[in-house]
């Protein structure tokens, strides 16, 4: 049974930082293009960064570049999201999703597996 679980969200004031973890069972990690999306009140699902499967290159949205780093363990099956300087409009659940074969795609719709996700919500 694959199985992704975020931890780490939570209420941070504008400027603040979180570290997500995105704990992932049931597949190995190197053979997955892995992803973190987000959901705002509202919005659609949106694709924040990406790490390629193969080649490890990381990708972020316009919105977040320069505050969110993502990365990779492979031995412990997890990936993660720092974000920092948080903007209220970062609120959101946070997720992460995994695709197998393919590159990173934005569609969620693209991945086999994705988690139920965790609330970060920046206010002051």
């Known amino acids: 049974q694959v199985q992704l679980v975020v931890s780490g969200g939570g209420l941070v004031q504008p400027g603040g930082s979180l570290r997500l973890s995105c704990e992932v069972s049931g597949i190995r990690l190197r053979d997955h293009s892995m992803a973190w999306f987000r959901q705002a009140p509202g919005k659609e699902d949106e694709q924040i960064s990406c790490i390629q499967r193969s080649a490890g290159i990381i990708t972020y949205v316009d919105s977040v570049k320069g505050r969110f780093t993502m990365s990779r363990d492979n031995a412990k099956n997890t990936v993660f999201l720092q974000m920092d300087s948080l903007k209220p409009e970062d609120t959101a659940v946070y997720f992460c999703?995994?695709?197998?074969?393919?590159?990173?795609?934005?569609?969620?719709?693209?991945?086999?597996?994705w988690g139920q996700g965790t609330q970060v919500t920046v206010s002051s």
């Open positions: 999703a995994a695709r197998r074969f393919g590159f990173c795609s934005s569609s969620l719709q693209h991945y086999a597996y």
